[in-house]
Every structure is written in structure tokens, then in C-alpha cells.
């Protein structure tokens, strides 16, 4: 990296219908593009809006398109990002923006719930603790699963979501497989139900954008070949 060189920063501006405005960052050692978007509101322009949390990569807050690509900004270093010293930095897609780089993440939940993503418990506080073996088929099926932290970087990657937008989407239905797999869960056949439809698992193509884009390195994709198989051993016994 040059001394005293610069970055050209195109970052998203307004709502729906705003427009890239370039700011002019000190390139730094290890900087990471969420370095870059604290520079520009603390030094140049306070009214920039963005999420960040943790600085550490574990909360998945600072999410952003990053060079066109969804990427946790706070593990995102610009020397693996940078081309010809320009970033271009967005808001996530195939999420309303509510303004600059801060985009409304109801719908992303909302959908979790369609998906049945909430746990429904069978014993009750009187029964022993519930206990999972942990070599058990079911548990070692999401094992990795359950790491999902809802950062959206999935959602916002998935093209099926650009042009369905019904479609539940990888984080929802991912999390559906992982309660599917848990024997402590006792809505079972309503889930199977809730992802079985036109917006379910079977609206997706399989193009593994979500897995090659997750920051925990899991797969989503696997998720959802697993719900099209459980639901299709479900129709198949006439408990859909």
C-alpha cells in the first residue's frame, strides 16, 4: 500500500430513490470497511446513517454491500476489497431502506415466523430437563445449523428473493431444518406445512449464493435440501 494514499468511497445516500455520493478516505494498515464508514460519519459527515455493534464479527449488526457483494463490513478488510484504491459501499438488498446504509429487517423476521421458526416446547417446567445427545443423527444433522446469528447476508445475496418475493428465503428455512431435527419441538407437521408451499423450500434453485456468502461458513442450501426431503416423505405418507 502507498504511503499517504487515499480511497475514493462511493457510499449510498437517502432512501429507495437516493443516490452515491463519494467521499475521499486516508487509506490505514488493516482497515476494515467499517473503519472506512466511521471515518466518513465522525470525520466528514455525521449524518451518515449505519448499524454496527460488536466490531468483531459476532453480531452480523454491521452488515452492507461491500463492492456489490454482502459482507460483514467489520471483517471486511479494504485490502482484500479495494480495486484501484474505490470501495463502493450500499445498503443490503432485497430489504427496504429506511436511509443510507440502514435497511428495515422486519420483513427478514417476519418471515422467520411464517417459517414456524420459533420453538414450541413439549415438556412443560414440572418435566425433567430436556436433554439432546449430542452424537445423537438428528443433532449431528444441524449441527452446524444452529450457528446462524440472522445476520441477512443470505437473504440479501439470494437471487430467488430478487424476483420472489414471497419466498421465505435461506435464513428462515434454515432455521425451520434446525427445529425440524429438535425432538423437544412439538410443532413438527405445522412446520413441515408452513415451508412446504409456493414460497417454501422447493422455490429454491439451488444456486448456493447463501452458503458462498455466509460469514459463519454455514449452508443453507444443505438446510433447505433437507426440508424438501422431509417434506417430501411427509406428502408422500398424507401427513401434508
Not at 479495494?82 to 440502514?102: E, F, G, Y
Request: one cysteine or more; proline letters at 4%; aromatic letters at 6%.
Amino acid at each position: 500500500m502507498p504511503v499517504n494514499s487515499n480511497l475514493d468511497v462511493d457510499v449510498w445516500r437517502g432512501g429507495a430513490q437516493g443516490a452515491y455520493r463519494r467521499y475521499r478516505v486516508p487509506r490505514q494498515e488493516s482497515q476494515t470497511v467499517l473503519d472506512v464508514v466511521t471515518w466518513i460519519q465522525r470525520r466528514l459527515d455525521p449524518t451518515l446513517a449505519y448499524r454496527f455493534a460488536c466490531r468483531v464479527g459476532m453480531c452480523g449488526s454491521c452488515a452492507m454491500t461491500v463492492n456489490g457483494k454482502a459482507r460483514w463490513s467489520c471483517r471486511t478488510h479494504v485490502a482484500k476489497v479495494a480495486q484501484d484504491n474505490r470501495l463502493t459501499i450500499a445498503p443490503l438488498a432485497n430489504l427496504p431502506i429506511v436511509r443510507d446504509l440502514v435497511t428495515d429487517m422486519r420483513e427478514f423476521f417476519d418471515k422467520w415466523a411464517r417459517a414456524k421458526g420459533q420453538f414450541s416446547p413439549t415438556a412443560t417446567r414440572r418435566d425433567d430437563f430436556a436433554r439432546i445427545v449430542p452424537a445423537s443423527a438428528a443433532r449431528m444433522e444441524i449441527d452446524a445449523a444452529i450457528e446462524c446469528i440472522g445476520c441477512g447476508i443470505c437473504y440479501a445475496s439470494c437471487d430467488v428473493i430478487a424476483w420472489n418475493h414471497a419466498y421465505l428465503g435461506p435464513a428462515a428455512l434454515n432455521r425451520a431444518w434446525t427445529l425440524v431435527n429438535d425432538s423437544r419441538d412439538g410443532d413438527h407437521a405445522v412446520r413441515l406445512a408452513a415451508v412446504a408451499g409456493d414460497a417454501g423450500c422447493h422455490a429454491c434453485h439451488t444456486q448456493s449464493t447463501c452458503t458462498e456468502r455466509c460469514p459463519k461458513l454455514l449452508s443453507p442450501t444443505a438446510s433447505i435440501a433437507g426440508l424438501k426431503r422431509a417434506t417430501a416423505r411427509a406428502a408422500l405418507k398424507g401427513e401434508l
